[in-house]
Structure formats: structure tokens, C-alpha cells
Nanobody, 123 residues
């Protein structure tokens, strides 16, 4: 059983940057970031596979995903934040094989989920 813990959320002014962390998934797991704002459905942000390939939402050119397998850590670096980025951010993981694969952007594909970290971007 994998336990994921997000951290790094908080209050940031518009135009600022923030780095979120997800701890708990090792090198054999693909990891994704999703977010959910009040009254809205969960939205895919980015995902990374075990070979460091990645997928991003086309609206998220300002976001970068990376990982450090030695530390069981995955990061989401966010730049030039706006109030529209305000949401609870979740990381999710699924075990994958050693072959090349495109990380999934579908939430139902992921088995393990963290509890989320709140990001608030003020005007």
C-alpha cells in the first residue's frame, strides 16, 4: 500500500511562484497532479512516468513536473500564478512497468491518492 502526502501549498500573490511536493511514490510508479476548485470538477494538471517523460494540460505551460526517485518525491513547480489557479492540489500514483509509456491524464487510472494541499492565489 502506497501512502502519498502533499505539501507546499499556501497563500501566494498573483504573479508569484510555488513548488508543491508529493512524497511516497518510488521509481516504479507514475505520478500525476490534479486540482479541484470549489464547485468544479477535478482537473488534470500534469503527470510524469518512471523514465521522466511527462504530460501537461495544454493550459498549464507555466507548470513543470519533476521527480527525485531516491527520495520518493515528485514536485510540481508553478510559475506566474493567477487567482484561477486557486484549488486543492492532489497527487496520485499508479504502478507501471519498465517499458516506455505515456503517463495517463485520466484520474480513474490512478489507484493511490493523497489528501491534497490548498493553494490560494490572491489578486
Amino acid at each position: 500500500q502506497v501512502q502519498l502526502v502533499e505539501s507546499g501549498g499556501g497563500l501566494v500573490q498573483a504573479g508569484g511562484s510555488l513548488r508543491l511536493s508529493c512524497e511516497g511514490a518510488g521509481r516504479t510508479y507514475a505520478v500525476a497532479w490534479f486540482r479541484q476548485a470549489p464547485g468544479k470538477e477535478r482537473e488534470f494538471v500534469a503527470a510524469i512516468n518512471r523514465n521522466n517523460g511527462y504530460t501537461r494540460n495544454t493550459d498549464k505551460f507555466r507548470f513543470a513536473i519533476s521527480r527525485d526517485n531516491a527520495k520518493n518525491m515528485v514536485y510540481l513547480q508553478m510559475y506566474t500564478l493567477t487567482p484561477e489557479d486557486t484549488a486543492v492540489y492532489f497527487c496520485a500514483a499508479r504502478q507501471v512497468g519498465a517499458g516506455l509509456t505515456v503517463p495517463s491524464s485520466v484520474g480513474n487510472d490512478y489507484i493511490y491518492w493523497g489528501q491534497g494541499t490548498q493553494v490560494n492565489v490572491s489578486s
